[in-house]
């Protein structure tokens, strides 16, 4: 528990998981928590909290193809702030060597399911989604991440799981509103199929009833205002 809490308070400005750069954006306390609504069902909650300290049964992290040193390159945020950073420091190192080593590639859409060490944070299951070359990303990348990511969670049978894109940590700059709301339709989109596999008896996952999209401090309200948007928009279909 410690641990959790030092890890937590070291985020100061925390990391963000669904990133850009806010330039007049509003400091919101670490542990906030919004419910910025619901679709099919689902609540989309947002988190001022960093990936080692989310209350979630999976968390979803999205890491790009190695780069020798990237996580602690001058563009990406600096340590204290640097959610990767903090991740790879709860695994002992283990995030990099397996990136490395070329275990996991991070091609666009890879995924590696790991089981995080007994008190190295807080969810169980740790999903690591692959973004591809950072020098070819793009925002639209980030509904089929969304689709991955509630795909796997329904295939492993939670109910709930957070997901931070931790694109500013690795020293992507890209727009916080687009970035959060494409996340949020590729889940939709994943549920919705999911939904008609069981309607017609091809599928017995359980129901997600919830998702934590993990924000810094000084995105949250960019971040929320994006997911709100895609929210409205899905609930009309």
């Known amino acids: 528990m410690k641990n959790k809490l030092k890890q937590s308070l070291i985020i100061l400005g925390l990391l963000f998981s669904i990133t850009g750069f806010a330039q007049t954006a509003k400091t919101i306390p670490i542990g906030t928590a919004k419910n910025w609504g619901s679709v099919d069902g689902i609540s989309i909650i947002g988190l001022v909290q960093g990936p080692t300290s989310a209350e979630a049964q999976l968390q979803v992290a999205c890491v790009f193809e190695y780069t020798e040193n990237d996580i602690h390159s001058a563009q990406a945020l600096p340590a204290s702030l640097n959610g990767l950073v903090h991740l790879d420091d709860a695994l002992k190192g283990e995030l990099t060597k397996i990136r490395k080593s070329g275990q996991f590639k991070g091609h666009s859409l890879e995924t590696l399911l790991m089981t995080p060490p007994e008190g190295s944070m807080s969810a169980k299951k740790l999903l690591l989604i692959g973004l591809g070359d ?6 639209e990348l980030m509904t089929s991440v969304g689709e991955v990511a509630a795909r796997e969670a329904m295939r492993l049978g939670v109910t709930n799981f957070a997901l931070a894109s931790d694109l500013k940590d690795a020293g992507i700059d890209s727009p916080t509103a687009l970035v959060a709301g494409n996340v949020v339709k590729g889940i ?3 549920h919705r199929s999911e939904t008609y596999l069981k ?11 919830k998702v934590y999209m993990l924000a810094g401090p000084s995105f949250f309200e960019v971040a929320g205002g994006g997911i709100q948007e895609v929210i409205a928009e899905v609930n009309k279909k």
């Not at 950072?134 to 925002?139: E, G, L, S, Y």
């Open 134 to 139: 950072r020098n070819n990303f793009t925002p």
């Open 188 to 190: 939709m989109l994943a």
């Open 199 to 209: 309607e017609h008896q091809l599928s017995n996952t359980r129901k997600l009833e």
